[in-house]
């Protein structure tokens, strides 16, 4: 198995730009670090662990690893929560210019309703911009919102994007209803009146069961199928229309893999040519709308047994501006920038761009915003 | 052929998975129960130091539910996607023929015969343990690594 | 014609029999509590509604006859066995004695209304796999017939097929050496998607794929094959350009995790290489035609395909696409070859 190293075009993907990772995870050192940026009024709902993590990360006794890469932990707190180390054995190492963070295991908890979810909310948020943001300016974060409760969540964006280094908002892929459901709208009209795409990142505990028919027996098993939400989410939010009402939403498919989505394009234009006028009129067909709306990062890399498969996959894609790359620092499943998409096989126009400058493109506001902060 | 000493044994007490460099190459050294062995320290699929993994037995089932451990065939789980090698053969579980990591041979040696090692085999170099540091201890055995 | 290559069409969909059609095959305490429930195979109307196009129709004399004539003029024109089937719901009903008896009926009538009018059409059989048990007697009884060739689950179940409620179905399809096929859609007790119900059928059916990748991982993970080496899997009705994609992530997760399931001693894309075949109605297809070759040669084998003309459907338009790019020998292995081995249709089974 060759292996072409290719550190230094990662480096200089594109002039000015560099090598930006889209999905990052921090942690907290330890569960009383978020009471500082969270109101006294909730100490206690905090302390004694309401809401806080979720029952369907219960169904295996373990994941691989913890989930965590077994070299990522830190002398003390989780993995995530060092910035040294982080700094060593990502922003360094692999000559990162920009990282989008975001806290994902701790804020699964966040799509409680009410106004407990937006508190934790806006203390993650706080915490982000306090304990992150201010002390490396290649770390740019992602906001945190109560997923399920979509007045509370607009109203925390439009808080929180007055600070230009939130680059993105923060959902669970496996939401409560489908995302096109009209729960969802305040926060894709947030969105789009503050200019931030959305991300969809695996985890959440709102759905019915988190495949096409029941629970899984085994983790792997389960790991395998988180492909699925991605999938039902694009269905969704391509029926629903919802492009229409809110043209310039941007969604990020985040850490969903990408060899399901050629076929998906296919069936929603067949099955959008044989309903004809039996369903919502859509502004496109289904596959333009995805290459219009949606973009993929490249974080678990598909692994076909013919390498030169994963070219031909991306040139069905048909949407090689919409690529991002993603590492998943700290967790098990992180993919080495040095490594994977090498310009000997996807070339080297491809390999920028995907690298750091597509992700430019989508994050301009953040960019601009941390390079004068 | 080159043996390198990269120790006294002494400094590798059992259970110990360590990375040294030896001959500009990264090794990682594993003292397991069946012994001393060497591998490249860098997993094949994206280049994780071997050395921070996990040292797991081997895990079979002839059937669903039907487990059948064996401590004894030692694999080193790569720290970060879990791929799993044999420390004496650096073959991975998944693919034997086409995925492996180097792996060389290791041998314990009493100081004495390290300058004959040195004769009869190949060239004997420092490794990260240095030559003026190994007479010092005279009684002591040496992990030698042939690269 | 001994070397004449065998055709064969692996999904013709026969109308949907009434409660009427069915009484006559019904233990006689079922047709009062039909009648006095007002019992309705609401699942089968829901699942292609008419105005979908996707309809199979209900069974009436006309609809029979006007069936029997199709099959003359598109499928026996070109093929010499067609596997029929039939829908009626099963799956939905959770009346534990109710549901085993109806889907006996259905297949009694199925081989009542088609296999004895017509010999060159092989039975797919209906179970209610959620009730295992009794599904493993159905098999049992079906299999003493040979014309049924296949046992047919629906995609929406209410765990995944390799979950252990169903080891005792799969135990009695193995000992009966017979093919499973999974067929679209299914239970009203699963929204069939990853997130929750979907409003619109087209919603519902772009997203129809997610339980038949499902089974795919989950039969391969919970070791089924390795437990039951003859069970085959057919995967009926649901596409097939979406399975190179699942298989690379597969492969992946079982090269990271397959310690966690041991007996799955291969890569599993070898596993569905070996046990499951996919037909070739519907087929999601790239609209540049390169494209389709080369989904076809990201298969894990050269033989994952079976011809279909999903009758009344889609009329199995679009299998030139795919035959476009194969040799003559992969075109007829395709064609029928494949169903062939599936099905054990050995030469003896095909009426000259
Ligand atoms: S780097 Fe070792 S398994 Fe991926």
Same mark, same amino acid.
């Given at each position: 198995?060759?292996?072409?190293?290719?550190?230094?075009?990662?480096?200089?993907?594109?002039? #000015?730009?560099?090598?930006?990772?889209?999905?990052?995870?921090?942690?907290?050192?330890?569960?009383?670090?978020?009471?500082?940026?969270?109101?006294?009024?909730?100490?206690?709902?905090?302390?004694?662990?309401?809401?806080?993590?979720?029952?369907?990360?219960?169904?295996?006794?373990?994941?691989?690893?913890?989930?965590?890469?077994?070299?990522?932990?830190?002398?003390?707190?989780?993995?995530?929560?060092?910035?040294?180390?982080?700094?060593?054995?990502?922003?360094?190492?692999?000559?990162?210019?920009?990282?989008?963070?975001?806290?994902?295991?701790? =804020?699964?908890?966040?799509?409680?309703?009410?106004?407990? #979810?937006?508190?934790?909310?806006?203390?993650?948020?706080?915490?982000?911009?306090?304990?992150?943001?201010?002390?490396?300016?290649?770390?740019?974060?992602?906001?945190?919102?109560?997923?399920?409760? #979509?007045?509370?969540?607009?109203?925390?964006?439009?808080?929180?994007?007055?600070?230009?280094?939130?680059?993105?908002?923060?959902? =669970?892929?496996?939401?409560?209803?489908?995302?096109?459901?009209?729960?969802?709208?305040?926060?894709?009209?947030?969105?789009?009146?503050?200019?931030?795409?959305?991300?969809?990142?695996?985890?959440?505990?709102?759905?019915?069961?988190?495949?096409?028919?029941?629970?899984?027996?085994?983790?792997?098993?389960?790991? =395998?199928?988180?492909?699925?939400?991605?999938?039902?989410?694009?269905?969704?939010?391509?029926?629903?229309?919802?492009?229409?009402?809110?043209?310039?939403?941007?969604?990020?498919?985040?850490?969903?893999?990408?060899?399901?989505?050629?076929?998906?394009?296919?069936?929603?234009?067949?099955?959008?040519?044989?309903? #004809?006028?039996?369903?919502?009129?859509?502004?496109?067909?289904?596959?333009?709308?995805?290459?219009?709306?949606?973009?993929?990062?490249?974080?678990?890399?598909?692994?076909?047994?013919?390498?030169?498969?994963?070219?031909?996959?991306?040139?069905?894609?048909?949407?090689?501006?919409?690529?991002?790359?993603?590492?998943?620092?700290?967790?098990?499943?992180?993919?080495?920038?040095?490594?994977?998409?090498?310009?000997?096989?996807?070339?080297?126009?491809?390999?920028?761009?995907?690298?750091?400058?597509?992700?430019? =493109?989508?994050?301009?506001?953040?960019?601009?915003?941390?390079?004068?902060? | 052929?080159?043996?390198?000493?990269?120790?006294?044994?002494?400094?590798?007490?059992?259970?110990?998975?360590?990375?040294?460099?030896?001959?500009?190459?990264?090794?990682?050294?594993?003292?397991?129960?069946?012994?001393?062995?060497?591998?490249?320290?860098?997993?094949?699929?994206?280049?994780?130091?071997?050395?921070?993994?996990?040292?797991?037995?081997?895990?079979?089932?002839?059937?669903?539910?039907?487990?059948?451990?064996?401590?004894?065939?030692?694999?080193?789980?790569?720290?970060?996607?879990?791929?799993?090698?044999?420390?004496?053969?650096?073959?991975?579980?998944?693919?034997?023929?086409?995925?492996?990591?180097?792996?060389?041979?290791?041998?314990?040696?009493?100081?004495?015969?390290?300058?004959?090692?040195?004769?009869?085999?190949?060239?004997?170099?420092?490794?990260?343990?240095?030559?003026?540091?190994?007479?010092?201890?005279?009684?002591?055995?040496?992990?030698?690594?042939?690269? | 014609?001994?070397?004449?290559?065998? %055709?064969?069409?692996?999904?013709?969909?026969?109308? %949907?029999?009434?409660?009427?059609?069915?009484?006559?095959?019904?233990?006689?305490?079922?047709?009062?509590?039909?009648?006095?429930?007002?019992? %309705?195979?609401?699942? *089968?109307?829901?699942?292609?509604?008419?105005?979908? &196009?996707?309809?199979?129709?209900?069974?009436?004399?006309?609809?029979?006859?006007?069936?029997?004539?199709?099959?003359?003029?598109?499928?026996?024109?070109?093929?010499?066995?067609?596997?029929?089937?039939?829908?009626?719901?099963?799956?939905?009903?959770?009346?534990?004695?109710?549901?085993?008896?109806?889907?006996?009926?259905?297949? %009694?009538?199925?081989?009542?209304?088609?296999?004895?009018?017509?010999?060159?059409?092989? &039975?797919?059989?209906?179970?209610?796999?959620?009730?295992?048990?009794?599904?493993?007697?159905?098999?049992?009884?079906?299999?003493?017939?040979?014309?049924?060739?296949?046992?047919?689950?629906?995609?929406?179940?209410?765990?995944?097929?390799?979950?252990?409620?169903?080891?005792?179905?799969?135990?009695?399809?193995?000992?009966?050496?017979?093919?499973?096929?999974?067929?679209? *859609?299914?239970?009203?007790?699963?929204?069939?998607?990853?997130?929750?119900?979907?409003?619109?059928?087209?919603?519902?059916?772009?997203?129809?794929?997610?339980?038949?990748?499902?089974?795919?991982?989950?039969?391969?993970?919970?070791?089924?094959?390795?437990?039951?080496?003859?069970?085959?899997?057919?995967?009926?009705?649901?596409?097939?350009?979406?399975?190179?994609?699942?298989?690379?992530?597969?492969?992946?997760?079982?090269?990271? &995790?397959?310690?966690?399931?041991?007996?799955?001693?291969?890569?599993?894309?070898?596993?569905?290489?070996?046990?499951?075949?996919?037909?070739?109605?519907?087929?999601?297809?790239?609209?540049?035609?390169?494209?389709?070759?080369?989904?076809?040669?990201?298969?894990?084998?050269?033989?994952?395909?079976?011809?279909?003309?999903?009758?009344?459907?889609?009329?199995?338009? &679009?299998?030139?696409?795919?035959?476009?790019?194969?040799?003559?020998?992969?075109?007829?292995?395709?064609?029928?070859?494949?169903?062939?081995?599936?099905?054990?249709?050995?030469?003896?089974?095909?009426?000259?």
């Amino acid at each position: 198995m060759t292996q072409v190293t290719e550190r230094a075009s990662a480096a200089a993907a594109r002039p #000015g730009v560099g090598l930006i990772d889209l999905d990052v995870h921090n942690a907290l050192t330890s569960a009383a670090e978020l009471k500082k940026y969270l109101p006294s009024r909730w100490h206690r709902a905090y302390d004694e662990g309401s809401g806080i993590g979720s029952a369907r990360w219960m169904q295996f006794g373990a994941a691989r690893l913890g989930v965590f890469r077994g070299d990522a932990w830190p002398a003390s707190g989780p993995p995530g929560s060092d910035l040294d180390l982080m700094r060593e054995q990502l922003l360094d190492r692999y000559n990162v210019s920009r990282a989008v963070l975001h806290p994902v295991l701790e =804020t699964m908890s966040v799509s409680l309703d009410g106004d407990v #979810g937006l508190a934790y909310a806006a203390a993650f948020n706080d915490w982000m911009a306090d304990r992150w943001l201010d002390r490396d300016p290649r770390f740019l974060g992602g906001i945190t919102v109560p997923i399920e409760d #979509g007045e509370r969540a607009a109203k925390e964006i439009d808080r929180v994007a007055a600070d230009h280094r939130f680059a993105k908002i923060v959902l =669970t892929v496996a939401t409560r209803e489908p995302l096109g459901a009209p729960r969802y709208w305040p926060i894709l009209e947030a969105a789009e009146r503050n200019g931030l795409p959305i991300t969809l990142h695996v985890g959440g505990y709102g759905s019915a069961t988190p495949s096409g028919a029941g629970w899984a027996s085994f983790h792997v098993e389960a790991h =395998t199928n988180w492909a699925l939400p991605y999938a039902a989410q694009v269905v969704s939010l391509v029926a629903s229309g919802a492009f229409d009402r809110f043209p310039n939403v941007q969604i990020i498919l985040e850490e969903g893999s990408l060899g399901w989505m050629p076929a998906l394009m296919w069936r929603m234009d067949r099955a959008h040519q044989v309903l #004809g006028d039996r369903m919502a009129e859509l502004s496109n067909v289904p596959s333009e709308i995805v290459r219009k709306h949606f973009w993929m990062t490249t974080q678990p890399l598909d692994e076909p047994p013919v390498r030169g498969q994963l070219v031909e996959m991306f040139d069905m894609l048909d949407m090689s501006d919409r690529f991002l790359f993603s590492s998943d620092y700290p967790h098990h499943d992180f993919d080495a920038p040095d490594r994977v998409l090498p310009a000997s096989l996807v070339g080297q126009e491809f390999r920028a761009k995907v690298m750091g400058g597509n992700a430019a =493109t989508l994050i301009a506001r953040a960019l601009g915003g941390s390079a004068s902060a | 052929m080159v043996n390198v000493v990269v120790g006294p044994v002494s400094d590798f007490p059992l259970g110990t998975m360590r990375q040294v460099t030896a001959q500009n190459r990264k090794l990682a050294i594993f003292h397991s129960a069946t012994g001393f062995h060497a591998l490249r320290d860098s997993c094949p699929h994206m280049g994780a130091a071997l050395s921070g993994g996990t040292l797991v037995g081997s895990v079979e089932a002839p059937q669903p539910g039907c487990y059948e451990h064996h401590p004894e065939q030692e694999f080193i789980r790569c720290p970060w996607h879990g791929w799993e090698y044999e420390l004496a053969t650096g073959r991975s579980w998944f693919d034997p023929q086409h995925n492996r990591v180097a792996n060389y041979e290791t041998s314990v040696v009493p100081s004495g015969e390290l300058p004959a090692l040195a004769d009869v085999r190949s060239t004997l170099v420092e490794g990260p343990f240095t030559a003026e540091s190994f007479s010092v201890f005279v009684e002591d055995d040496y992990v030698v690594v042939q690269l | 014609m001994p070397d004449e290559p065998v %055709r064969i069409d692996a999904d013709v969909h026969a109308p %949907r029999p009434s409660v009427t059609d069915l009484t006559p095959h019904l233990e006689p305490h079922w047709p009062e509590y039909l009648k006095w429930t007002g019992f %309705r195979p609401k699942a *089968g109307e829901r699942l292609y509604p008419e105005w979908t &196009g996707l309809s199979t129709g209900t069974a009436s004399e006309a609809a029979n006859a006007s069936f029997r004539a199709t099959l003359d003029t598109q499928v026996f024109d070109r093929c010499a066995l067609a596997v029929v089937s039939t829908y009626f719901g099963v799956e939905s009903v959770l009346h534990p004695y109710l549901a085993p008896d109806l889907a006996s009926a259905v297949n %009694r009538w199925l081989a009542t209304e088609y296999l004895d009018t017509d010999d060159r059409l092989r &039975g797919s059989a209906m179970v209610a796999p959620q009730f295992a048990d009794s599904a493993a007697a159905e098999v049992a009884r079906v299999a003493t017939d040979s014309r049924f060739v296949q046992i047919q689950v629906p995609a929406r179940s209410m765990e995944p097929y390799g979950n252990h409620r169903y080891w005792d179905l799969w135990e009695a399809v193995s000992s009966h050496d017979l093919t499973v096929g999974i067929t679209y *859609g299914g239970s009203v007790t699963i929204p069939g998607n990853a997130i929750n119900w979907m409003d619109t059928f087209f919603e519902q059916y772009s997203a129809g794929t997610q339980p038949f990748a499902t089974h795919i991982t989950s039969l391969v993970l919970n070791g089924v094959f390795e437990r039951w080496p003859n069970l085959r899997f057919a995967f009926v009705d649901t596409g097939w350009t979406w399975l190179p994609g699942l298989l690379w992530r597969l492969d992946k997760e079982w090269k990271e &995790g397959r310690q966690e399931v041991p007996w799955v001693r291969r890569p599993p894309s070898e596993y569905v290489a070996e046990h499951m075949r996919f037909t070739t109605t519907p087929t999601d297809a790239p609209t540049d035609p390169r494209h389709l070759q080369l989904i076809l040669r990201q298969l894990p084998c050269a033989d994952m395909l079976m011809y279909s003309s999903d009758l009344p459907r889609a009329g199995g338009s &679009g299998i030139e696409a795919i035959t476009a790019g194969l040799t003559v020998e992969e075109q007829d292995r395709v064609l029928g070859g494949n169903a062939a081995q599936l099905y054990r249709l050995t030469r003896e089974r095909v009426p000259s």
